[in-house]
């Protein structure tokens, strides 16, 4: 592998708290040295960059086996890269689903030949993700998954769920939830408030995501199974949340860029691209997710990228899928809200997109430091751009961001001590 130096970036790991311009010396895919006057035979100019360990994604959606024509891992992959992610960890909500070793190892193996980012597999809680019978969660652990969820289709069965974290506090794997109380949701397309009755659609309401992440948590002190809380949307989710920590629980949770962005008066009428679960949520909800990042009710932001082709998802409101992409946004959507915003700093953004996704799924990623693994997330937090859909790098082109200016945002993305995307500059 070659030698690199990365010149004169502001080197930031919150894993060590060193925040300072400084060269990283990078050599056979592991940092070698970060210092002063370091020198290799190729150089790439940081100055005026934020050099950082390379960013994790705990929370996309590949598509992979099964569903091609919205994504794969390979261009899910592509997407990541130039999000300026060097590691994602994709749901099992595919076809077949993730639920057994098999499956389990195809991802890795497809990942490792086509994906020019680390992908890390969570294994589904129930066979099929039907919600009734545990998966193979011993099989899928010695195969490679970093965790278990059925995401998208959350186990409504409350003694299943038990058994899941039982299950999986013996094998030493968080439980992911997707805290939706299908009974209350059913039928809804949007947040249940004042903008749902205006537009004339089905409400979901804060309350379906309440009662689930209330349950959970109960059960998680009966386990003492390490538990997280999916894309958390809802006032008082978090400060459930926040509760269940100052007691000392093994509880955590993720939060969406679009979900501190936007709410549901944002919603352009009728535009499927608005469309996603959770639901955008009122302004007051938008307020609380944002103060619990921080305070530290919430630990992680992560994307949900969830991509549909046009097909798909260009029908009516009513009948399109939920979700939307989220790779190539999230630096940009964070930097502008939070930290440019001075809700938080920028050292804890970067440790929401590093250590912390790190100490929740045990990755053995997340730091920037002499014998680490070359992952290191390059990124400006002032660039001006815009974000333009029909330029990215994932198969499917769902965002409400399309169009969007920008201040700061990835420049460059390496894994494994190589460039895998560049901004050409």
């Not at 997407?79 to 195809?106: I, Q």
């Not at 949340?241 to 100052?246: D, E, G, I, L, Y």
Request: glycine share 10%.
């Amino acid at each position: 592998m070659s030698r690199i130096v990365l010149k004169n970036g502001r080197v930031m790991d919150p894993a060590s708290g060193h925040d300072g311009v400084a060269d990283v010396l990078i050599a056979d895919g592991k940092i070698a040295a970060i210092g002063a006057n370091l020198e290799a035979p190729e150089a790439f100019d940081a100055t005026g960059l934020i050099v950082a360990p390379g960013f994790i994604d705990m929370h996309v959606h590949l598509r992979e086996p099964g569903f091609e024509h919205s994504e794969t891992i390979e261009t899910g992959g592509r997407a990541a890269a130039a999000g300026g992610f060097t590691s994602v960890c994709c749901m099992p909500n595919t076809n077949p689903v993730n639920d057994s070793a098999v499956v389990t190892t195809y991802i890795i193996e497809r990942a490792r030949r086509v994906s020019p980012v680390n992908v890390y597999p969570i294994g589904a809680i129930t066979k099929g993700s039907a919600g009734e019978e545990l998966a193979a969660i011993g099989a899928m652990k010695q195969a490679g998954i970093v965790a278990i969820s059925d995401d998208g289709r959350p186990v409504m069965n409350a003694r299943v769920m038990r058994r899941a974290m039982e299950t999986a506090k013996s094998f030493g794997l968080p439980v992911i939830n997707h805290c939706e109380d299908l009974n209350l949701s059913a039928g809804g397309d949007m947040h249940e408030g004042f903008e749902s009755v205006k537009l004339g659609l089905r409400g979901i309401p804060a309350c379906s995501e309440d009662v689930m992440v209330a349950r959970d948590i109960l059960l998680a002190e009966v386990t003492g199974a390490r538990y997280h809380v999916a894309h958390i949307s809802a006032r008082h989710s978090v400060e459930m949340v926040r509760f269940a920590k100052a007691r000392g629980l093994p509880v955590t949770s993720e939060v969406c860029p679009h979900h501190f962005t936007l709410c549901d008066s944002d919603i352009v009428p009728y535009d499927s691209n608005f469309k996603m679960k959770p639901p955008l949520r009122s302004c007051f909800d938008v307020q609380a997710v944002t103060e619990g990042l921080a305070t530290g009710a919430i630990d992680v932001i992560a994307t949900d990228h969830a991509p549909h082709p046009g097909s798909e998802k260009m029908q009516e409101f009513e009948r399109c899928p939920f979700g939307i992409n989220g790779l190539e946004t999230a630096i940009g959507l964070s930097l502008e809200q939070l930290v440019h915003t001075g809700r938080i700093s920028l050292m804890t953004m970067i440790a929401m997109f590093t250590i912390k996704p790190n100490a929740v799924l045990n990755l053995g990623k997340g730091r920037l430091a002499a014998g680490e693994t070359a992952d290191v997330t390059l990124f400006d937090t002032d660039r001006a751009w815009n974000y333009d859909l029909n330029k990215s790098q994932s198969k499917s082109r769902n965002s409400p961001f399309h169009g969007r200016p920008f201040r700061g945002g990835q420049v460059a993305t390496i894994v494994n001590g190589e460039f895998v995307w560049r901004l050409d500059r």
